[in-house]
Structure formats: structure tokens, C-alpha cells
């Protein structure tokens, strides 16, 4: 059974940092693209980074550019997402989420929630 | 453009059909994926590619796609299938990926 779980969430000020975590099992974790998501309360779904399976393509939204990295250890079955400079408007629910066919999302975790406010 | 826009909200009578549109340029050349998400839950794949429903999914979900213009269509809808839609796709650079924001369908 695919399983995708988040940590490492929680309340942090203006400015400040934190790493996500994904760990992930079930499935061959080396072998497939994998994502961040976001949903900030009340709010509508927004893409937030991908990472290819062996790390060669990454991407981020213009919204996290410059201020979020992505990454993997594929020993680990694990994604990160290190977050940097956080703003309020970072406030959400973070999904990892793996990447399936025609570049759909087919497998969630449950979300970390990301506070950030002084 | 990157942006994929979706009706706020739709309703449908209980057994009957409603359709479901996600509007964007990008899908002239991908295909977009749907996903429903209840209050609380994490999101769940309903639809993928051209009309593939993962495993588990029912097949009263369907999807098709014509111009700039992606549907998901519920054939009998029921009760359970009340929540939020959302579209997604590549943008037009391919790299990056975009959501629409979504569609509160209401069963009566």
C-alpha cells in the first residue's frame, strides 16, 4: 500500500525557516517524480514545487522561487522541502504528493500544517 | 497564460448528471487531471490523462477534453460525490504545474 507521510509543520514567525518532511513507502520511491502542494485555509490547491526521480529536474513556482529548495534521498524514500524567509501568505497545509501517470498527482499524504505568524 | 479557471460552484440533483468544466490554454496541448477532496481530507484522484479512472475510482467519474476546454462528468451523481473539484495541468512552459480553483459541487 503507497503511503506518503508529512512532518515537520508548525507555528513559526515571519522570516523564519523549516524543513518538511515526506517519508514515503509502499512503492519504489527512487523511480518516480514526486511533489509538493498547498492549500492555505479556506483556500484552493496550489502547486508548489517537483522534483524528478533522480533530481536532474526541479521546479518551483514563482511563488516560492528563491526562497524554498526541494529535495530527495532516495535511500531514505524521502522528500524534503526546506522553506526559507516565510511569509504569512505561506500559512497552508503542505501535501507531498507522488507523481503518476501524465503528470497527475495519484498518491497524497495528509498534509502538514505551516503556520507562519509573530 | 498559466492560470485554469472552474466555475465556484455547481449543483446537481441526486441521480442525475452534471458536468464540471476547467477552462486554460495550456490543456490545448496537456490533458488534465482531476481531483476530489472532502473537508479535512487530503486530495483523491478521480481522473487522469485522456480518461483513466485509478483503480477504485467509480465509473460514473469520466473525463473528456475539446479545445481549451477540460470536463469531468458525473453520471448519476450521488450523495457521497458532494465536495471540491479541482483541475490541474502542466502550464504552458510544460515545466511547471497549475490547479484551478476548484468547484464545490452541492448533490441536492
Known amino acids: 500500500e503507497v503511503q506518503l507521510v508529512e512532518s515537520g509543520g508548525g507555528l513559526v514567525k515571519p522570516g523564519g525557516s523549516l524543513r518538511l518532511s515526506c517519508a514515503a513507502s509502499g512503492f519504489t520511491f527512487s523511480s518516480y517524480s514526486m511533489n509538493w502542494v498547498r492549500q492555505a485555509p479556506g483556500k484552493g490547491l496550489e502547486w508548489v514545487s517537483s522534483?524528478?526521480?533522480?533530481?536532474?529536474?526541479?521546479y518551483y513556482a514563482d511563488s516560492v522561487k528563491g526562497r524554498f529548495t526541494i529535495s530527495r534521498d532516495n535511500a531514505k524514500n524521502s522528500l524534503y522541502l526546506q522553506m526559507n524567509s516565510l511569509r504569512a501568505e505561506d500559512t497552508a497545509v503542505y501535501y507531498c504528493?507522488?507523481?503518476?501517470?501524465?503528470?497527475?498527482?495519484?498518491?497524497w499524504g495528509q498534509g502538514t500544517l505551516v503556520t507562519v505568524s509573530s | 497564460s498559466s492560470e485554469l479557471t472552474q466555475d465556484p460552484a455547481v449543483s446537481v440533483a441526486l441521480g442525475q448528471t452534471v458536468r464540471i468544466t476547467c477552462q486554460g490554454d495550456?490543456?490545448?496541448?496537456?490533458?488534465a487531471s482531476w481531483y476530489q477532496q472532502k473537508p479535512g481530507q487530503a486530495p483523491v484522484l478521480v481522473i487522469y490523462g485522456k480518461n483513466n479512472r485509478p483503480s477504485g475510482i467509480p465509473d460514473r467519474f469520466s473525463g473528456s477534453s475539446s479545445g481549451n476546454t477540460a470536463s469531468l462528468t458525473i453520471t448519476g451523481a450521488q450523495a457521497e460525490d458532494e465536495a471540491d473539484y479541482y483541475c490541474n495541468s502542466r502550464d504552458s512552459s510544460g515545466n511547471h504545474k497549475v490547479f484551478g480553483g476548484g468547484t464545490k459541487l452541492t448533490v441536492l
Open positions: 522534483i524528478s526521480s533522480s533530481s536532474s529536474y526541479i
Open positions: 495550456s490543456l490545448r496541448s496537456y490533458y
Open positions: 504528493a507522488r507523481e503518476g501517470g501524465y503528470f497527475s498527482h495519484d498518491y
